[in-house]
């Protein structure tokens, strides 16, 4: 297959480029600036500015655009920066797909989609939230209605924490915990959903490959835990006690308060019910396994 990716240089891209070149397909990779490699056609989504040829022939656009949530504190101005760096992508992609007749468009979404789940867990079917990060997925998975109302087959990806040894979530909080320091988040009873990087890049090749998968997929791993069940299994991969107990209000503090109850101390049980009905094989079911090579 012929495929294009918008995001590839983050943690999810470069190993979904590997893995899509490895499988045998044709990968092209959308960067915001000339094209310098044989590979690479440029685009500036803010001006709905692709090269032109950029489609031709495509079997599939995989969009993974998006600012990270948890980068710098949620003032007016970043949350404008998280909003267009996903809607604007998601609209010109929609419209280019639709255009040019590509037939599928995966669209990257989060786990934030279904807002604080409480003790429930949630499946596809499942309502979204009210959360400011709940609309904001909300908004994102809106974006692509032009190609969905166009004829093509839209995949929705709401993926959950990334567990990965190259960075990401993860990443900032393995030193932490390494230095003593690890601890639950509040009451430590909010479901914290993870999914191992090989996982998230397999569930994306997935989708791509099997044409009768369309509308939201959850990428979660299949055995959801707490943050208090994250936080002992961390410590037990990196042989580390985890005795202490960041309270709430010093997350708030350190983070602002709306952005520390919606990223931290709450949080969706996710469960991958559309890839668990297609059969898609988890490399790493079970939380201790995905941290194994995380801290490998």
């Known amino acids: 297959m012929r495929v294009v990716i918008a995001g590839s240089s983050g943690l999810i891209g470069t190993s979904l480029v590997a893995s899509m070149r490895a499988a ?3 990968v092209l990779r959308l960067v915001r600036r000339k094209a310098a490699a044989p590979d690479e056609r440029g685009w500036d989504p803010y001006a709905a500015r692709i090269d032109d040829g950029t489609f031709d022939g495509v079997d599939a656009v995989i969009n993974l655009c998006g600012a990270g949530i948890g980068d710098k504190r949620w003032d007016d101005a970043r949350k404008q920066v998280l909003h267009d760096s996903r809607i604007v992508p998601a ?10 007749g590509v037939p599928a468009l995966v669209n990257s979404s989060g786990a934030h989609f279904y807002g604080d789940t409480g003790s429930r867990l949630a499946d596809e079917d499942a309502p979204g939230g009210h959360t ?31 567990i990965s040894p190259a960075g990401g ?5 393995k030193p932490v915990f390494q230095l003593f320091l690890g601890g639950k988040l509040g009451s430590g009873e909010q479901y914290f959903p993870w999914v191992s990087l ?3 890049v397999s569930a994306y090749r997935f989708v791509v490959e ?7 997929v959850n990428v979660a791993g299949p055995t ?12 037990a991969a990196l042989n580390r006690p985890t005795p202490w107990s960041v309270p709430a209000f010093a997350l708030k503090a350190l983070l602002g308060a709306e952005m520390a109850e919606e990223l931290l101390l709450s949080g969706p049980g996710l469960t991958p ?20 090579v995380a801290v490998a």
Not at 91 to 100: C, D, F, I, K, T
Not at 273 to 292: D, I, K
């Open 169 to 173: 979530v993860f990443g900032r909080l």
């Open 91 to 100: 609209e010109v992609l929609s419209a280019a797909v639709v255009e040019h």
């Open 224 to 235: 959801p835990v707490t943050n208090a069940e994250f936080t002992r299994a961390v410590g």
């Open 132 to 162: 400011f990060m709940a609309r904001l997925t909300q908004q994102w998975e809106a974006a692509t209605a032009v190609a969905r109302d166009g004829g093509v087959r839209v995949v929705l990806m709401r993926t959950a924490v990334v």
């Open 210 to 216: 099997h044409e009768d998968i369309s509308g939201p």
């Open 273 to 292: 019910g559309v890839l668990e009905s297609r059969g898609f094989h988890f490399l790493h079911p079970a939380l201790p396994a995905a941290l194994t």
């Open 24 to 26: 045998g397909h044709e």
């Open 198 to 200: 090989d996982d998230v």
